[in-house]
């Protein structure tokens, strides 16, 4: 991850933005104007596009997962054996996430809508992890998890 600035005409500076969020995956675009007024300063925090490759498909990173009622027993069993207000481990976060992610998978299959329901709560959950693992890491949280969750099924074997 790296930032980007950019001191250009204001009438550029969404022609310059348009340019780098195609270039790399990019968070907000912070603007201010320069000392003097007559230009606009661009802040990006970005990094470069992930490669596809390194993103498994659900059906990839899920393929050897248990059931999923297996993981919601494994979920409960571990808030249960809890104390309260204990902060838990990254693999109760993620398999917390990738079992809610799977849910969403099966009410809505497509593209990663955060539209409300069990969307948005495996985007919720995915943000927490990825903000967790890796604070300022740009890339969709869901895909985060499932790659996530399929390297640590892969440790396990």
């Not at 996430?97 to 009410?107: P, S, W």
């Not at 300022?136 to 985060?144: E, F, Q, S, V, W």
Request: aromatic share 8%; hydrophobic share 40%; proline share 8%.
């Amino acid at each position: 991850m790296f930032e980007i600035r950019v001191i250009c005409d204001p009438a550029d500076a969404d022609r310059v933005t348009a340019a780098l969020t195609t270039t790399f995956a990019t968070g907000d675009v912070r603007r201010y104007p320069t000392r003097d007024g007559k230009r606009t300063r661009l802040y990006l925090t970005a990094d470069h596009r992930p490669n596809p490759a390194d993103w498994p498909t659900p059906e990839q990173a899920y393929a050897d997962a248990p059931s999923i009622n297996s993981e919601i027993g494994w979920i409960s069993h571990s808030l249960a054996d809890a104390e309260c207000y204990t902060e838990l481990d990254r693999e109760f976060y993620l398999r917390k996430a990738a079992l809610l992610d799977r849910i969403a998978l099966l009410d809505d299959p497509g593209p990663d809508p955060v539209d409300g329901g069990a969307a948005e709560t495996a985007h919720a959950a995915a943000v927490f992890l990825l903000d967790s693992d890796r604070p300022g890491l740009i890339c969709d949280p869901r895909a985060y998890v499932r790659q996530q969750y399929a390297a640590a099924l892969a440790d396990d074997q």
